[in-house]
């Protein structure tokens, strides 16, 4: 997953447009075409944010700072578990569901975004064996 793709899947799962989050990023009406063309180009591939503009945006929707840092600089084979639905990892809680945590159905799904997703048949025995075991992993 590219660091873009993160930012975007996490704004999105925050239930947050761009206009949305450059409300909540820049206070001042005048200011929030800037911060949305701001958080496009932070959603573009290949463009990478400076960790502090990063920080400053983990105040206007959840996302894992280091998480991103991750993403931005680690070969893809050492990039953290993230789940395509949300963006949430086993270092930031799932946004779709705040009041338990999630688990993975699949190697890259979180049991709160599986619901509006089918789950192949595997991936379902997967998590009953893990629900069954007492082995199932928290995102």
């Not at 909540?24 to 932070?42: E, G, H, Q, Y």
């Not at 591939?45 to 600089?73: K, M, T, W």
């Not at 595997?122 to 075991?133: F, L, V």
Request: hydrophobic letters at 40%; a negative charge.
């Amino acid at each position: 997953m590219t660091p873009a793709a993160y930012l975007r899947l996490r704004r999105a799962a925050a239930g947050l447009s761009h206009e949305d989050a450059a409300a909540a990023l820049a206070p001042r009406i005048a200011d929030r075409s800037l911060a949305a063309t701001l958080l496009r180009l932070w959603e573009t591939d290949g463009v990478i944010g400076e960790a502090e503009d990063i920080a400053r945006l983990s105040h206007v929707y959840p996302l894992d700072i280091f998480v991103y840092r991750q993403l931005c600089e680690e070969p893809a084979d050492r990039h953290p578990r993230i789940c395509t639905g949300c963006g949430c990892s086993a270092n930031d809680a799932c946004v779709r569901n705040l009041s338990a945590n999630c688990h993975w159905i699949a190697d890259d799904l979180c049991s709160a975004c599986s619901e509006s997703v089918t789950v192949s048949p595997a991936a379902w025995m997967r998590h009953a064996i893990n629900r069954t075991t007492g082995e199932g992993l928290r995102a």
